[in-house]
């Protein structure tokens, strides 16, 4: 009696999965162009939606497609403001226009004198506008600027975790904010 071998199945080893199918998928990929399609991506961000990813502290970044047709992205980035700190329960705030703050601020114009660089980075505060007793305030650190929720006498605002002002002073009918750095 003569033996035959029994066939064995084919079975593809992983390796050489793996292999074909990253070979399909660069095909795949040499076919295409790169570019998306800008119909896609602008009517995301048009409709204030997200085409992208979220930043985690309530950011937006949105992607969208070149001029140049590259298949390069531009991203936008917007950040929420600074939060205030409330004051201290009973706080009881000094009368406004005290003049009693370390750094003035103008509706428009930078902070005076120059706050103290700290980690190699500069920050500049200047009022944006006075809404009855609240400053409304953005902080410029090195060439980025960023809003600072409205904030009153008493009430304190972190920036990058470097910096820490306190608001003395709004003056509504000179347009002046005065703050102290207090960390």
Known sequence: MTRTAARRPFHRSGLGVLTSVLAVGLIAAGC?????????????????GVSGASDGGGGTVVLEPSDG?????????????YPVTPAPE?????????????????????????????GGESLS??????????????ATVDGGTRA????????????????TISVTSVCGDTDQVEFDLID
């Open 69 to 81: 047709g590259t298949g390069q992205a531009t991203v936008e980035v917007s950040s929420d403001p």
């Open 148 to 163: 600072i929720e409205p904030a009153a006498i008493g009430e304190t605002v972190s920036i990058e975790d470097q910096w």
């Open 90 to 118: 009973g706080f009881e705030p000094p009368a406004a226009c005290t003049g009693e703050g370390a750094y003035l601020t103008e509706v428009g114009s930078p902070s005076t004198p120059d706050l103290p660089e700290r």
């Open 125 to 138: 505060i200047e009022a944006t506008s006075i809404d009855g007793d609240k400053a409304v305030l953005s």
């Open 32 to 48: 295409t162009s790169g570019v998306e399609d800008p119909v896609a991506s602008s009517s995301a961000s048009d409709a204030g």
